[in-house]
């Protein structure tokens, strides 16, 4: 099992820290200026919807998003995985922006959106701003190699940041609390998997003893109770067929109900 990282440890790639650093304005501002090429007076970094755990959704969230004196929109993530579904995550991003922009059915469609992936295994980086190769070289910096000097303005910004960030005893409670939320995400999720594993093994054994009616799979999907799954699944080995066990999925749900009430 890998070590749990300590504040300490992280860099500008690791989610937290890449969020903690961009929250801050100044860094936001300097950073979609050299990306984007022209300046900007004033960004407002939603705080509400960066580096927060997010109830309804059940999930940590660590986009920025951030909009300027013009009101135009930006979402910045980190993303040190590869991803096959690229284009469907940055689709989901322009609709959460969309999300905050006040509808006018007489306005016609012209979105603006514009997508921009910066990669540090890039190939081009002679056609590209000296000042973004070296951004790109500090993003894949180890730890002893991202405290160098990378003789560039942002980077030694961003450097100044980090230092700030793991001196501060409010972020590294923060960065605690964001471990501890991931952990219990982490095993929710696989919690959420064997119950789901638990139904499908259910279905597939009753499958072979006749229709399974979606009832019986609706009925099966309210249970949330890994015992009460395997509980059930040695009862559809029993199962004389899908009819009766059906009976006994209904029973435990409105078991479970009246003890709820």
Excluded at 82 to 107: P, V, W
Excluded at 231 to 258: C, D, G, P, W, Y
Aim: hydrophobic share 35%; charged share 35%.
């Amino acid at each position: 099992m890998s070590r749990q990282k300590r504040l300490q440890d992280l860099t500008i790639k690791d989610n937290f820290m890449f969020g903690a650093v961009m929250s801050i304005e100044e860094n936001c501002i300097a950073f979609l200026e050299m990306v984007l090429g022209f300046p900007i007076e004033k960004v407002v970094v939603s705080k509400e919807r960066s580096m927060i755990y997010h109830p309804e959704y059940k999930g940590v969230w660590l986009d920025i998003y951030a909009k300027d004196e013009k009101h135009t929109h930006y979402n910045v993530e980190m993303q040190t995985r590869r991803q096959a579904d690229l284009g469907k995550r940055s689709r989901y991003y322009h609709s959460q922006i969309d999300m905050e922009c006040q509808e006018d059915t007489r306005a016609k469609l012209r979105d603006g959106n514009k997508t921009i992936f910066l990669s540090t295994r890039g190939k081009n980086k002679e056609q590209m701003p000296r000042s973004l190769v070296k951004f790109l070289k500090f993003v894949e910096a180890d730890l002893v190699e991202s405290e160098q000097d990378f003789g560039d303005e942002l980077v030694k910004q961003f450097q100044d940041s980090i230092r700030e960030i793991k001196a501060s005893r409010e972020m590294g409670e923060r960065y605690m609390l964001f471990e501890e939320l991931l952990k219990e995400e982490r095993q929710e999720g696989l919690a959420q998997g064997r119950q789901e594993n638990a139904r499908e093994y259910i279905l597939e054994f009753l499958a072979d003893k006749g229709e399974v009616s979606g009832e019986l799979k609706e009925a099966l999907c309210k249970l949330n109770s890994e015992e009460e799954l395997k509980r059930l699944f040695k009862l559809a080995i029993k199962a004389e067929s899908t009819e009766a066990f059906q009976k006994i999925v209904e029973e435990t749900v409105n078991k479970l109900r009246s003890k709820e009430n």
